[in-house]
């Protein structure tokens, strides 16, 4: 069984930094893609940002700039670097992973961490 375990979530003021990380753990034969979403009260969840195991990396449009993901494939962890924060960055963010096992791939999901930015 895959596990996907996050930290780094919290509160933070207005132009304040988090670095979130999502490690990956169970009978993994190595991970493709991995990527960060977020879901804020009373919206759908959205993408933030993907990387995949090569390094190329994709970000939504709102973080661009302020947000970097990286990843540690040793270490089946992505993290995802957020600075110049504001208020519409509150949500709850959930790690996702492509995981290869066997010849399949599977997707999982974290169980999210919240992320308040106070203004």
């Known amino acids: 069984q895959v596990h996907l375990v996050e930290s780094g979530g919290g509160l933070v003021q207005a132009g304040g930094s988090l670095r979130l990380s999502c490690a990956a753990s169970?009978?993994?034969?190595?991970?493709?893609?991995m990527g960060w979403y977020r879901q804020a009260p009373g919206k759908q969840r959205e993408l933030v940002a993907t990387?995949?195991?090569?390094?190329?990396?994709n970000y939504a449009d709102s973080v661009k700039g302020r947000f970097t993901i990286s990843r540690d494939n040793a270490k089946n962890t992505v993290y995802l670097q957020m600075n110049s924060l504001n208020p519409e960055d509150t949500a709850v963010y959930y790690c996702?992973?492509?995981?290869?096992?066997?010849?399949?791939?599977?997707?999982?999901w974290g169980q999210g961490t919240q992320v308040t930015v106070s203004s």
């Open positions: 996702n992973a492509l995981v290869v096992m066997s010849i399949y791939e599977y997707e999982y």
């Open positions: 169970g009978g993994i034969f190595s991970i493709n893609a």
């Open positions: 990387i995949t195991r090569d390094g190329s990396t």
